[in-house]
């Protein structure tokens, strides 16, 4: 098969790219024409440079292929929020568009598990009103969830969401090495009890489910939570990173409705739509940490066959050992220079 991958230059793309090679499949990636994409070059996959924001840059892409991923999205960072619509919302829309053109015979797109809510009280299904919150990352994410589904719904796309868990692994640079970061400057601290699942997922199991989810029929114009069903909690989560990188584990305690409301503060505190730093702490992040959320991945397991296949300590345990090669071999690199002077 001949496969598309938008957005593969982020965390995701080269593990899912590696995947589907290793199932026999050709894939391309779509890149902005800024983007380096030497890692993929060397491999010889073929790079068609667009943009999703622009939909006359998707016609070429789209040609020929028979699957597209779309992982494309501005998530992570506190950008100006129209960044966010532009890519998340109305860059859905635009590879919508173009996989009905190409008539492509499957979309599958990443939305993400917090576009139900938070502290929903039980394990969230696939069968939940989306609810969005507050973060502009969060709504975006909603709207082009919703985007797909009316495609599918109105125009017979033939497409399949997918919702992950919060993802990390080996070249994750936001999710584990914040907290890996937080943890060595002792800065990390657990929100409530921390007896609250977290949903968090080992990113070999997501491109696991993600692929079976292209290539079963029965999955065309379903809705999947990827997940693990067994999570760690909070606490337990802070302390298997600090006990895998050698720091002390986070002692200081916060409430919940005490940090919620310094979110708020902090935020006002940033000019939202011309960003020059980060907010201290934000309502999402403390929402995401501090409410107990958990997925249900049982309608995966039925119709696709998809089932974890990492612990997230083991997860936790290789990641970690990535993240302290990349701090040995940062620390390594002024000495290296030093010596070729």
Same mark, same amino acid.
């Given at each position: !098969? ?107 797109? !990443? ?67 914040? *907290? ?29 489910? *993600? ?25 337990? *989560? ?79 345990? !290789? ?19 030093? *010596?070729?002077?």
């Amino acid at each position: !098969m001949e496969i598309l991958v938008t957005g593969a230059t982020g965390f995701i793309g080269p593990h899912l790219v590696t995947g589907l090679r290793g199932r026999g499949c050709s894939v391309r990636i779509l890149a902005r024409p800024n983007e380096d994409t030497t890692q993929f070059e060397r491999q010889g996959i073929a790079v068609h440079r667009g943009d999703l924001r622009n939909a006359g840059t998707l016609i070429s892409p789209f040609q020929g292929v028979d699957a597209v991923f779309n992982l494309a999205a501005v998530h992570g960072l506190w950008r100006a929020r129209q960044e966010y619509y532009d890519v998340n919302v109305a860059g859905a829309e635009n590879v919508c568009r173009a996989a009905l053109a190409a008539g492509i015979r499957r979309l599958v797109h !990443m939305s993400t598990w917090t576009v139900c809510g938070f502290g929903l009280g039980r394990p969230v299904s696939e069968d939940l009103p989306l609810k969005a919150g507050t973060d502009t990352y969060q709504i975006t994410k909603v709207e082009s969830d919703r985007i797909v589904q009316r495609y599918i719904a109105e125009n017979n796309l033939p497409a399949t969401i997918v919702r992950p868990s919060t993802i990390f692994g080996p070249g994750d640079g936001i999710n584990f090495s914040r *907290m890996a970061e937080r943890l060595c400057a002792g800065k990390a601290v657990i929100i409530g009890s921390g007896r609250n699942a977290v949903p968090f997922l080992y990113i070999s199991d997501l491109v696991d489910g *993600m692929i079976r989810a292209a290539f079963n029929e029965k999955a065309t114009g379903q809705i999947y939570n990827i997940g693990h069903d067994q999570p760690l909690t909070q606490e337990e *989560m802070w302390r298997c990173i600090a006990a895998e990188i050698g720091v002390n584990p986070p002692r200081l305690r916060v409430p919940y409705h005490f940090l919620y409301p310094l979110g708020v503060l902090a935020e006002k505190l940033v000019d939202r739509d011309n960003p020059k730093r980060q907010p201290l702490v934000t309502r999402y992040g403390v929402q995401i940490f501090g409410t107990d959320n958990r997925q249900s991945i049982e309608k995966a397991r039925r119709e696709l066959g998809y089932a974890p296949q990492v612990s997230l300590r083991d997860g936790i345990r !290789m990641t970690a050992e990535w993240y302290l090669n990349q701090q040995a071999r940062s620390e390594s690199e002024p000495e290296a220079v030093a *010596m070729t002077l």
